[in-house]
């Protein structure tokens, strides 16, 4: 996985030197997420997806790529999916990525369960022998299974990296740091390894600073399985229950100035309490690849500042008020948080 998330790096770098010979600006969001696809693609399910090299998902019999139609179907694709059938009707394009979704997945499994002996022990062949056994996931629990992988492994992690563009970005002197960290640890070049993940801890520091003030699930819900008390609250069974991640994760009597982004408190730090931070939730069903993302995060970060300085493009009048410049950026709720609009210079060391 740290191999992997190292080459989609680097295959993104390439892609942007290639489109942007001279100045370079970019929406983070649409360049970090075609890494993370990329990522979780060759590892969880052992294939290309096609997003930066060629296609092993065969597009001949279909009307839209599959990137095309993930992108569409997790920007819309929920909400047209929630709205009368008559309604529907009118987001034809929408419903139809939702479908080829569905169809590129049934490949991926059919194919999968054709090759089961030959291919590698990947989560796709866990899933795929699962259901093969008796009483193991029915079909449709592998198809959502293989869903919920493919879409909460990789959008996450993908918000989490665009807003740490931006929190560096407007604080300089942090990633300074965290430059000057990489090239003691790492170099100017070369690869992330494994090792090197505990000697980054200033990044690390980031990392977490990042996904506390901008946790991309903002809240988990829940049902009181039995009658619970906390504190002076009196939770009888079958309440529902909003975990306010954001919430716990601004609260000034644990997080001293909480909306601003200071990562150095993750170094000086005193002891806290383990559910004052809780990005991945908390408990058994708590995110079961929160190492996977804390790990690949930090890699496909420390690449992109090894190479470049990211700073706000100064002659982009919406990335210039004063607002925005405070860390104050607008944002809108899809599948994550996250900012409405954002646009990062990226100047080559
Ligand atoms: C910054 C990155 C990520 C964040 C903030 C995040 C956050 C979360 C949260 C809050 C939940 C709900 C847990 C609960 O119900 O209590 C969850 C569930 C889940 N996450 Fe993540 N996640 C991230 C990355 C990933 C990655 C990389 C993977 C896969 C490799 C993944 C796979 C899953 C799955 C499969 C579930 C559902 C688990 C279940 O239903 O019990 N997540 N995640």
Request: charged share 25%; hydrophobic share 40%.
């Amino acid at each position: 996985m740290v191999e992997q998330s190292n080459n989609a790096t680097q295959l993104l770098i390439n892609r942007i030197e290639k489109q942007h010979p001279s100045r370079i600006v970019i929406d983070p969001f649409n360049e970090v997420q075609d890494v993370t696809l990329d990522v979780i693609g060759k590892v969880a399910f052992g294939y290309d997806l096609g997003i930066f090299e060629k296609r092993l998902l065969d597009t001949s019999r279909h009307s839209m790529s599959f990137l095309d139609a993930l992108k569409l179907t997790m920007s819309w694709g929920f909400i047209v999916q929630s709205l009368p059938t008559s309604i529907q009707s009118m987001f034809k394009e929408t419903k139809t990525a939702v479908k080829e979704v569905e169809r590129y997945m049934r490949e991926l499994v059919d194919t999968r369960m054709e090759n089961l002996e030959s291919e590698k022990h990947d989560l796709l062949s866990l899933l795929v022998s699962s259901n093969q056994e008796r009483g193991g996931l029915t079909d449709r629990e592998l198809m959502s299974d293989v869903f919920i992988f493919l879409l909460a492994g990789h959008e996450t992690s993908a918000t989490t990296l665009q807003w740490m563009t931006y929190e560096l970005a407007i604080n300089p002197s942090v990633q300074k740091r965290a430059y000057e960290e990489i090239v003691s640890v790492i170099g100017t070049d070369g690869d992330i390894s494994y090792e090197d993940y505990e000697k980054l801890s200033f990044v690390q520091a980031c990392v977490n600073e990042t996904l506390r003030l901008h946790p991309p699930v903002v809240g988990v819900p829940k049902v009181a399985r039995k009658d619970t008390t906390i504190g002076s609250y009196k939770i009888p069974a079958g309440t529902d229950i909003i975990l306010d991640i954001m919430g716990i994760h601004l609260d000034e009597k644990v997080w001293p100035e909480a909306t601003k982004f200071k990562p150095e408190r993750f170094i000086e730090q005193e002891k806290r309490h383990p559910c004052s931070l809780i990005p991945f939730s908390i408990g058994l069903r708590k995110c079961i690849g929160f190492r996977f993302s804390e790990i690949e995060t930090l890699v496909i970060i420390a690449k992109l500042i090894q190479k470049y300085e990211f700073v706000i493009p100064s002659d982009d009048p919406k990335m210039n008020t004063e607002s925005v410049l405070r860390g104050q950026i607008p944002m809108y709720q899809m599948v994550t948080l996250k900012p409405d609009y954002l646009k990062i210079e990226l100047k080559r060391r």
